[in-house]
């Protein structure tokens, strides 16, 4: 089955700093891959998704991931960090066709200094 | 537009009493829909899904059960609470490309 691995619990970073989210997926199947912004006591909320079209992926709020299946990653990117984008962020992974099979990484909680 | 809904928002039990949790969906129909728990400081655990009416399947053996008795309605229950149901439920219904839309999430506390 598929997987995705979250490379570091908590990351921080001052505001207006590259922000760097590490995610690594295993499948066995070309994958569907997502990142998912969660805020406090809040359901998540999708940032961007890769569907096997474009490999460089933008999303909202400024996010963009880049699916590299050289390396099996989808680091999630933001140029310029701001105090709003505090928040849990949670890589994903699923097949096509598999509606019920999506894997969730453990989650990276992303703090922002002002 | 579709939106999801769940309700309560909180809930604080005591252990060994009833649970019942509601998740409808609008705006789709047939929608796959999704169970999961979120432990404090954890990822998601997928708890039970449905891809119709009356059609459950559990992915781990629990205290809770699951139903599905109108095609955008998804229920959670149990009987008696335990201590370790304590958590974030969260229900989720998906599009055509899998990606999962999130209800805002339930906060039980079991005492």
């Known amino acids: 089955a598929q997987s995705v691995t979250q490379l570091g619990s908590h990351v921080s970073v001052s505001e207006g700093a590259l922000v760097l989210l590490r995610c690594n997926y295993s499948?066995?199947?070309?994958?569907?891959l997502f990142w998912y912004v969660q805020y406090p006591n809040q359901g998540l909320q999708l940032l961007l998704k890769y569907t096997s079209a474009a490999t460089l992926v933008k999303g909202i709020n400024g996010f963009e991931a880049e699916f590299k299946k050289s390396e099996t990653s989808f680091h999630l990117t933001k140029p310029s960090a701001h105090m709003s984008d505090a928040a849990e962020y949670f890589c994903?992974?699923?097949?096509?066709?598999?509606?019920?099979?999506?894997?969730f990484g453990a989650g990276t909680r992303l703090t922002v200094k002002p | 537009s579709q939106t999801i809904h769940q309700w309560p928002a909180t809930l604080v039990q005591p252990v060994g009493s009833p649970l019942s949790l509601e998740c409808t969906v609008e705006?789709?129909?047939?929608?796959?829909l999704y169970w999961y728990r979120q432990a404090a400081g954890r990822g998601l655990q997928l708890l039970f899904y449905s891809v119709g009416i009356g059609q459950i399947s559990s992915e781990v053996p629990q205290n809770l059960s699951a139903s599905r008795p109108q095609d955008r309605q998804f229920i959670l229950s149990s009987k008696k609470l335990l201590l370790s149901d304590s958590g974030f439920y969260l229900c989720?219904?998906?599009?055509?490309?899998?990606?999962?839309?999130f209800g805002p999430g339930t906060r039980l506390t079991v005492l």
């Open positions: 705006g789709t129909s047939n929608p796959n």
């Open positions: 994903a992974v699923s097949v096509p066709y598999n509606n019920n099979d999506m894997r």
């Open positions: 499948s066995s199947v070309p994958p569907y």
């Open positions: 989720a219904w998906t599009s055509s490309y899998n990606e999962q839309f």
